[in-house]
């Protein structure tokens, strides 16, 4: 596997795309850190009309409970993530995921 630098003055005009740079060492085969774009992290799911949402909702719930971990334990990308962070996101959320955020902010107060 070979990191790719990837620069261009147009891709710092998009909303959702940010120059960044990957730190060496981030992966245990890169020796040297690298210049890129990234692309804010969520995570999506279809909008299933009437199924799977106490399964969505799980999912946010346990990820919710669980950031510190992850952001501690896991890929270093976790550190971004702010899973109570809702009112970034400019599309429709899905409304079991919306119950459990608004849940777990009542939960855990900032």
């Known amino acids: 596997v070979k990191l790719v630098p990837v620069s261009h003055p147009k891709l710092n005009t998009f909303k959702y795309y940010t120059s ?57 990308k976790w550190r971004d993530v702010d899973p109570l962070d809702i009112d970034r996101i400019q599309w429709q959320a899905h409304p079991a995921a919306v119950q459990a955020i608004k849940r777990e902010a009542k939960r855990q107060p900032r």
Do not use: W
């Open 20 to 76: 960044t740079m990957i730190q060496s060492g981030t992966y245990p085969f890169q020796k040297s850190g690298v210049q890129t774009i990234k692309v804010d992290n969520a995570l999506i799911t279809f909008a299933f009309k009437n199924q799977y949402q106490k399964e969505i909702g799980d999912l946010v719930t346990c990820i919710t409970r669980n950031v510190g971990r992850l952001q501690t334990d896991g890929h270093p």
